[in-house]
């Protein structure tokens, strides 16, 4: 088996999705995106949505760091999306 220990973990990933990850990247919207024919009106919806789930996610990562018990707990919520 040849590629990197990651690309061969990304490839196993795939596999087992099925279909899901065909459908995920072949959809409607990645495919108008990457060809530059999306319409604006459809992207605006998009950025909304991203926004809202952004500002959520963020709160439950904050969340985390609240409630953590020890320092090394908070320091894990808090590094959550730095890598």
Same mark, same amino acid.
């Given at each position: 088996?040849?590629?990197?220990? *990651? *690309?061969?973990?990304?490839? =196993?990933?795939?596999?087992? $999705?099925?279909? *899901?990850? =065909?459908? !995920?990247?072949? %959809?409607?919207?990645? =495919?108008? #995106?990457? @060809?530059?024919? #999306?319409?604006?009106?459809? &992207?605006? %919806? !998009?950025?909304?949505?991203?926004?809202?789930?952004?500002? %959520? &996610? =963020?709160?439950?990562?904050? #969340?985390?760091? !609240? $409630? @953590?018990?020890?320092?090394? *707990?908070?320091?894990? @919520?808090?590094? /959550? /999306?730095? @890598?």
């Amino acid at each position: 088996m040849t590629g990197t220990r *990651d *690309d061969r973990l990304l490839q =196993s990933l795939i596999r087992a $999705t099925g279909e *899901d990850w =065909s459908d !995920y990247v072949n %959809h409607a919207f990645v =495919s108008e #995106l990457a @060809a530059g024919t #999306l319409p604006a009106a459809s &992207f605006r %919806h !998009y950025l909304m949505q991203d926004y809202v789930f952004l500002i %959520h &996610f =963020s709160r439950a990562w904050a #969340l985390g760091v !609240y $409630t @953590a018990e020890t320092l090394a *707990d908070m320091r894990g @919520a808090a590094q /959550c /999306c730095t @890598a």
